[in-house]
């Protein structure tokens, strides 16, 4: 995506950017000549990685610490950066987190939590910025969604729920974005190699062999952007695995989806 020479780096807003897929996602668009707004929680973790990445790559980068849970974060952070004077060119919403259990057992406020981060703020966020984008004929908005939106997850529902959201949702962006100059990106990883198991309290995706790297999920990411699909999943057997979850019938999907959380001890 190229931009005016005279108006500088572009900025891109980066959700859940303290650690894993999020910091990936800053340190690649850093390394590709953009301005970073990194949001998240943890401010001294934003505050460590803005070091780095102005170290690095003499990029300019602003820290916005918000929890997404909040209903508030979404416009607080659309306002700093209008009053900051920020035009924004990029926006990956990537902030979520899981948690296992069955959804009777669960406290309901943790996932009408989740429902906050992972929904709402996702559309909050696209619907502040899109506009902007459409109107300047140029923009990017990646949405970390996974592939566990392809299925319904047992003992993960509401998690997997709203990845099916973030899909459905970012696919019918595309289709009404098409000839604005605004790129629409649904990224689905599979397992990845974060904390975000260990945070869940499931188990350390770290360890499994077939989990991928933050680094292999953005930079398949950043492969999909040359090209003009709505959907990037990335790594062969994830691509292989919704292949097959598409094409099998139903029913014979999800007792599969429950054998495999059974076993790995999601219940």
Same mark, same amino acid.
């Given at each position: 995506?190229?931009?005016?020479?005279?108006?500088?780096?572009?900025?891109?807003?980066?959700?859940?950017?303290?650690?894993?897929?999020?910091?990936?996602?800053?340190?690649?668009f850093a390394h590709e000549g953009w301005?970073?707004?990194?949001?998240?929680?943890?401010?001294?973790?934003?505050?460590?990685?803005?070091?780095?990445?102005?170290?690095?790559n003499e990029t300019e980068t602003v820290?916005?610490?918000?929890?997404? $849970? =909040?209903? *508030?974060?979404?416009?607080?952070?659309?306002? /700093?950066?209008? %009053? &900051? !004077?920020?035009? +924004?060119?990029?926006? @990956?919403?990537?902030?979520?987190?899981?948690?296992?259990?069955?959804?009777?057992?669960?406290?309901?406020?943790?996932?009408?939590?989740?429902?906050?981060?992972?929904?709402? $703020? =996702?559309? *909050?966020?696209?619907?502040?910025?899109?506009? /902007?984008?459409? %109107? &300047? !004929?140029?923009? +990017?908005?990646?949405? @970390?969604?996974?592939?566990?939106?392809?299925?319904?997850?047992?003992?993960?529902?509401?998690?997997?729920?709203?990845?099916?959201?973030?899909?459905?949702?970012?696919?019918?962006?595309?289709? *009404?974005?098409?000839?604005?100059?605004?790129?629409?990106?649904?990224?689905?990883?599979?397992?990845?190699?974060?904390?975000?198991?260990?945070?869940?309290?499931?188990?350390?995706?770290?360890?499994?062999?077939?989990?991928?790297?933050?680094?292999?999920?953005?930079?398949?990411?950043?492969?999909?952007?040359?090209?003009?699909?709505?959907?990037?999943?990335?790594?062969?057997?994830?691509?292989?695995?919704?292949?097959?979850?598409?094409?099998?019938?139903?029913?014979?999907?999800?007792?599969?989806?429950?054998?495999?959380?059974?076993?790995?001890?999601?219940?």
């Amino acid at each position: 995506m190229s931009f005016p020479a005279n108006q500088g780096k572009p900025w891109v807003l980066i959700t859940g950017a303290s650690s894993g897929i999020g910091e990936v996602f800053a340190k690649r668009f850093a390394h590709e000549g953009w301005n970073i707004v990194l949001n998240g929680r943890s401010a001294d973790k934003l505050e460590s990685l803005a070091k780095t990445l102005a170290a690095e790559n003499e990029t300019e980068t602003v820290v916005i610490k918000a929890d997404l $849970a =909040l209903r *508030e974060s979404p416009r607080n952070i659309y306002e /700093e950066l209008k %009053r &900051r !004077k920020i035009e +924004l060119y990029g926006l @990956v919403n990537n902030a979520g987190f899981g948690f296992g259990g069955a959804f009777a057992e669960v406290p309901l406020d943790q996932y009408l939590g989740m429902i906050d981060v992972m929904i709402r $703020a =996702l559309v *909050e966020l696209s619907g502040l910025f899109l506009p /902007e984008m459409i %109107r &300047r !004929k140029r923009g +990017l908005i990646i949405n @970390v969604s996974s592939t566990a939106s392809f299925t319904p997850l047992p003992y993960s529902s509401v998690y997997s729920a709203s990845k099916a959201f973030a899909t459905s949702f970012t696919e019918a962006l595309w289709l *009404e974005t098409q000839g604005t100059g605004v790129r629409i990106l649904n990224l689905c990883p599979g397992l990845t190699k974060t904390d975000f198991g260990i945070r869940a309290g499931l188990r350390d995706f770290r360890d499994d062999p077939f989990a991928q790297s933050p680094e292999e999920v953005v930079e398949t990411a950043f492969r999909a952007l040359k090209g003009n699909s709505p959907i990037a999943i990335s790594g062969l057997r994830n691509k292989i695995l919704t292949f097959l979850i598409r094409y099998f019938p139903h029913w014979f999907v999800l007792r599969v989806v429950l054998w495999v959380q059974k076993s790995r001890g999601r219940v």
